[in-house]
Structure formats: structure tokens, C-alpha cells
Nanobody, 119 residues
Framework: QVQLAESGGGLVQVGGSLTLSCAAS????????IGWYRQSPGNQRELVAR???????DYAESAKGRFTISGDNAKNTVYLHMKSLKPEDTFVYLC?????????????WGQGTQVTVVS
């Protein structure tokens, strides 16, 4: 069981920046995928960014050019650096991880951190 704990959310003005952190209970490089989703009040989830196999970064179209995902394996932490924030970036941001084991996929989720962008 992988434990994920997010931090860094908050209130930010339009055009501002924010960095989210996700601390994992084990090495992030031991996970097949680690990244971020965001969740609307209606609980619909959208993939934001992810790191695949410890090295390949993948972004949603809405995140490209504004968000950067990075990892620090020494701290078992993955970050989401967000800039040029817009009101439509207001969501609960969830850290997630995937592990593949003997043909099965296991997904793990953090509790989420609220990001609110105001004008």
C-alpha cells in the first residue's frame, strides 16, 4: 500500500504561481506512474501531469506550457509547479500513483489539496 500526502494548495491570484508537493511512502522511482489529477465539485477527475517509469513526463493539453512536474527521489516527493494560473484551474488536486504487479494495476490516491484561483 502506497501512502500519498499532498500539500501546497491554497488561494492564489490570477496569473500567480503555486507549487504542490506529494510525499510518497516509498521511492517514487519504484512506481510505474506518479502524478496529478484534478477533481471538480461533481467528482469528475482530469489527468493533469504524470511521470512514467521514473523519467517520462506527460501533460494534459490544459497544463502544457504552464505546469511542470518533477520528482525528488531522495525525498520521495513529486512536485507540480504551476504558473500563469487561471480561475479555471480551481480544483482539488489529487496525487496518484500506479503500480503494475503480475499483470494487475494498482492505483493509489492522496486526499487532495484545494487550489483556488481568484481575480
Amino acid at each position: 500500500q502506497v501512502q500519498l500526502a499532498e500539500s501546497g494548495g491554497g488561494l492564489v491570484q490570477v496569473g500567480g504561481s503555486l507549487t504542490l508537493s506529494c510525499a510518497a511512502s516509498e521511492s517514487i522511482f519504484s512506481l510505474n506512474v506518479i502524478g496529478w489529477y484534478r477533481q471538480s465539485p461533481g467528482n469528475q477527475r482530469e489527468l493533469v501531469a504524470r511521470i512514467i517509469d521514473g523519467s517520462e513526463a506527460d501533460y494534459a493539453e490544459s497544463a502544457k506550457g504552464r505546469f511542470t512536474i518533477s520528482g525528488d527521489n531522495a525525498k520521495n516527493t513529486v512536485y507540480l509547479h504551476m504558473k500563469s494560473l487561471k480561475p479555471e484551474d480551481t480544483f482539488v488536486y489529487l496525487c496518484y500513483a500506479e503500480r503494475y504487479d503480475e499483470g494487475l494495476k494498482y492505483m493509489y490516491w492522496g486526499q487532495g489539496t484545494q487550489v483556488t484561483v481568484v481575480s
